[in-house]
């Protein structure tokens, strides 16, 4: 067994607010409990999730300022996300350890955490600490070995985003033949939909900025819509059979227009607005289907792990940094003109 170090060095989220509540500092190292591996983390990528919570984007109300440093008031089935918090939630690692009841043969599998736990529910990096550290903790179910010529960065790519993708396309029932409409199709998430929509032999349209189109081609969306454009001028009414949405705002009736009856609706984000306005006339008369996706069954990240061993997606990544710049790697994330996913190597 791997000598395991009794502290290490993490990048801490001691609150909510700007980038001073990223701290970088040394804590100990997690204990594994019964059932759980030790993951020395060899890369980590960067999601909405983790500026959302720190920026309170999920409260749902408006708590004071020391109530917010506390409790970060969301829609997470496991309650709430208490600080210091460790956050990340995608890795990629190297067991190290493992607790009671786990097999010793797993140590020294190369790793991806799911990053959905279910006993209890909590999300990795959210209600419990995540890959923002050299070592994490999970449940050995949670820690899917995997088969790959795939460099530790690009396995980092897949988790959070690709399983929320999957789940998106799967809850949707995308299936061969389908037209599937991708809003914000250049980001971790809708690449990622893009791909996994196309891989289930769907045309896949991509809204993007059409700076960014070729590149959203290159993964497989057989044509992209300007994020500016109007998409019924473009596409037509009754056009599109499926929607992934991660953008919402105030153009979000127009999805619903380009839907064909019995259409469905998929949506996982919301980055231009959580607020909508839904004529329920719209939803009943074309027979509508309209998916919220967060929890996803365990065979989501299954597929998803056997599609990575098969070659049948591929990473994009778009930058890598170190875990001391995750400000500059937010940074950047936020500015939005990178296609896929931003990387952190530990």
Same mark, same amino acid.
């Given at each position: ?34 059932? =759980? ?22 409260? @749902? ?70 890959? *923002? ?54 980001? $971790? ?5 893009? @791909?996994?929509?196309?891989?289930? $032999? ?17 993964i497989g969306a057989s044509r ?71 929890? *996803? ?14 070659? =049948? ?22 500015k939005k003109k990178h296609v ?7």
């Open positions: 067994m791997t000598d395991i170090p009794e502290t290490m060095k993490a990048m801490v989220l001691t609150g909510q607010g700007d980038y001073d509540k990223l701290q970088y500092k040394d804590v100990p190292v997690p204990e594994v409990g019964k059932g =759980e591996v030790l993951i020395k983390v060899l890369a980590a990528g960067v999601n909405n999730t983790e500026i959302n919570v720190r920026l309170a984007w999920y409260a @749902q109300d408006e708590d004071s300022e020391e109530e917010n440093q506390q409790l970060a008031e969301g829609v997470w089935e496991g309650g709430g996300v208490y600080f210091p918090r460790i956050q990340g939630a995608d890795a990629c690692g190297e067991i190290v350890a493992v607790g009671e009841g786990v097999d010793e043969s797993r140590i020294g599998d190369r790793v991806i955490v799911e990053p959905l736990f279910r006993n209890p529910v909590k999300y990795f990096g959210a209600e419990c600490d995540g890959a *923002f550290a050299e070592y994490t903790v999970a449940p050995t179910e949670n820690a899917h070995k995997v088969e790959s010529d795939l460099s530790s960065v690009e396995l980092a790519s897949f988790p959070c985003s690709y399983s929320t993708a999957e789940n998106l396309v799967s809850r949707a029932g995308v299936t061969a033949g389908d037209v599937v409409l991708v809003t914000g199709a250049s980001g $971790g998430v809708g690449s990622a939909a893009v @791909q996994l929509a196309a891989r289930r $032999g769907a045309e896949v349209i991509g809204v993007v900025r059409d700076d960014k189109a070729d590149k959203v081609k290159a992209t819509v300007d994020r500016d454009a109007d998409l019924v001028e473009t596409l037509g009414i009754n056009s599109v059979d499926v929607v992934i949405d991660l953008v919402g705002g105030e153009e979000w009736p127009h999805l619903l227009t380009v839907m064909r009856s019995r259409g469905r609706y998929a949506t996982s984000g919301a980055i231009a607005g959580p607020v909508v306005s839904l004529d329920l006339r719209t939803m009943y008369f074309k027979d509508l289907s309209l998916f919220g996706c967060t929890a *996803f069954e365990p065979e989501v990240f299954k597929n998803l792990v056997s599609y990575i061993e098969k070659g =049948e997606i591929k990473p994009v990544i778009s930058g890598t940094y170190k875990l001391t710049d995750i400000a500059q790697a937010q940074e950047d994330f936020l896929g996913k931003l990387v952190l190597e530990l």
